[in-house]
């Protein structure tokens, strides 16, 4: 079994900063690709930011310039530094392990994590 556990989230004029973790834990081998997506209410999750294991980011396009995504692939986490946040980065940010395998390399899915709220006053 794995878990993902996020923590970061909080309460942000416009302008300022956050820093997201997100740390898995369980029988994890490796994990291929891990990243941030976001869910602002009434709307669909999207990709805000991802990272594969060999280090090759992917950003959403409102995201680049402001937001940076890392990991530690000793530790299974990954981080995300929002910088410049704006209203419209309110949501609720989710963490994603794609591509788990365990110790015997055997594939064993795809992993969420429950949210943590990013909100952004004006």
């Known amino acids: 079994q794995v878990q993902l556990v996020e923590s970061g989230g909080g309460l942000v004029q416009a302008g300022g900063s956050l820093r997201l973790s997100c740390a898995a834990s369980?029988?994890?081998?490796?994990?291929?690709?891990m990243g941030w997506y976001r869910q602002a209410s009434g709307k669909q999750r999207e990709l805000v930011a991802d990272?594969?294991?060999?280090?090759?980011?992917n950003y959403v396009d409102s995201a680049k310039g402001r937001f940076t995504i890392s990991r530690d692939n000793a530790k299974n986490a990954v981080y995300l530094q929002m910088n410049s946040l704006k209203p419209e980065d309110t949501a609720v940010y989710h963490c994603?392990?794609?591509?788990?395998?365990?110790?015997?390399?055997?594939?064993?899915?795809?992993?969420w994590g429950q949210g943590t709220q990013v909100t952004v006053s004006s």
């Open positions: 994603n392990a794609a591509g788990v395998r365990n110790y015997v390399g055997r594939f064993i899915g795809d992993y």
């Open positions: 369980g029988t994890i081998f490796s994990i291929n690709t």
């Open positions: 990272i594969t294991s060999s280090g090759i980011t």
